[in-house]
C-alpha cells in the first residue's frame, strides 16, 4: 500500500512500506546532501536526516527499523555521490580528524597500561562517537589492519 507522507521541507513522497528505497532517496538527495552542502558537518547533516525520519515515524505510525534502512541507504551513496560531492574519501568525511583517531589509539596501545586502565582510555577516546561512526573506525582500521 503506498501512501503519501509529507516531509519537513514540504516534499510529499509516495511511502510503500514494503519498499522505502524512494523515500530514503528523496531524503538524502533534498535534506542530507544539501544540509551538508550548506554546514561542510557530517554529524549535523545526518543528524537531521535522523531527527527528520524520527518525526516521519511518530507523525505517520512507521516502523522504526526505517532509520536502519535509511543508515544503509547513506552507506551505499558515501562511495559515490556522496564522495564526489566532497572530493574526500568516505572516511575522511565522517571523520574530519581521522588521523587524530588512529594516533591517539597507538599511542594507548603502546603506553603500556594494564588491562584495566587501556579499556579506560579507550572508553573515553571513543565516547562521544555515534554507532556509525564507530562502525567506520572499526572497518577503516580493520582494512589498514588485513590488507596491508
Known sequence: MVEKIELSNGTIVDFDKKNPRTLFEI?????????????????????????????????NNLSPDLKLG???????????????????????????????YVEEIKIIMTAGLDKTELRNQMARLIQPLTVFELGELFIFLAKRTFLK
Open 27 to 59: 531524503i538524502i538527495s533534498e535534506i542530507l546532501i544539501p544540509k551538508y552542502k550548506e554546514s561542510d558537518d557530517w554529524n549535523l547533516a545526518i543528524n537531521i536526516i535522523i531527527e527528520e525520519t524520527n518525526q516521519l515515524i511518530k507523525k
Open 70 to 100: 535509511l543508515l544503509n541507504q547513506v552507506e551505499e551513496h558515501l562511495d559515490k555521490d556522496i564522495e564526489e560531492l566532497t572530493g574526500v574519501a568516505k572516511i575522511e568525511i565522517l571523520f574530519l580528524n581521522m588521523d587524530d
